[in-house]
């Protein structure tokens, strides 16, 4: 009997530990598709790993000691003033912790700061609440550009008309008119700014996010290595229309992204785009109303 209820338990105990493993992997961090979202995923863990082993360890000894060392069973605090050989210890443990920590970290930064040999240019310029996307040429002149903002049916979805859960949407506000198109297997460098306030471009599963700053241009790059439709959002908090701001990256095959590049290259005037760029503000009021 005394057996069965260690069992019992015993098991009853796992449960409890593995059910907030398995749904905190569901909140986890994304690996993601691009070799930066690897490397911070990976670090991430790394980091998470070792803070449970430092965990472990510290209330590991601290509730046997409260447990098997408490004054009922007779055990006395001992008195000293100090142990030279255990400050030594924990002055050394911190230190080889946080080189521990720092030299992955300063690689995947280096790595992630690598903006040479780009094979793509995009400039991403946020605005009160859509963003524009420009395809530059090797001499930064912009090849072909759109603006990308909330898809209208994706807009209705947010009126008190449309009786919609966000749980009943997988997408819900998630979805845009023009997505941002890129080749898989290529350096894509962003170069991100904005056109008012400071908004953030960040979709989780490309690693990272750049703030879009007025009047500075910022950086990132991805490297997309399957193809697919990944959202994200505008990071930071821009105004009353923050909220519609999503993003949408579709990843092509190489060949079927230049493809499509070079047939929507041949059909642009630029001269549409900078007079629909005078017209931003309209087009944003007119799809907030």
Known sequence: MRKWSVMRWA??????????????????????VTPISHQVFDLHMFAFWMMV??????????????????????????????????EVVWSIAPFLILLALAIPGTIVLVNEQNYHHAQLR????????????????????????????????????M?????????????YLQDVDHPLVVPT???VLLL???????????????????????GFVTQMWIKVEKPGVYRGVCNQVCGAGHAYMPIVVVAKPKREF????????????MAKLKAAAAQAPALVAEGTE
């Open 258 to 269: 230049h493809q499509w590049l070079e047939s929507h290259e041949k059909g642009t005037n």
């Open 159 to 171: 009126t008190r008309d449309a009786r919609l859960s966000p749980w009943s949407d997988k997408h």
């Open 11 to 32: 098991g009853t105990f796992a449960g409890l530990v593995a059910a907030p493993g398995a749904w905190a992997m569901d909140i986890n961090l994304p690996r993601g």
């Open 192 to 214: 991100i700014t904005s056109g008012d306030v400071i908004h953030s471009w960040w979709v989780p599963e490309l690693g990272g996010k750049q703030d879009a700053i007025p």
């Open 53 to 86: 082993g430092i965990a472990v360890v510290v209330f590991g000894a601290l509730t046997w000691s409260i447990i098997f060392h408490r004054r009922s069973r007779g055990h006395e605090a001992a008195t000293f003033h100090e142990n030279t050989k255990l």
């Open 122 to 157: 995009i400039r991403v310029t946020g605005y009160q609440w859509l963003w524009k996307y420009e395809y530059l040429s090797p001499a930064a002149k912009p090849l072909y550009g759109f603006y990308s903002r909330i898809a209208l049916a994706s807009e209705k979805r």
């Open 185 to 187: 297997d290529e350096k």
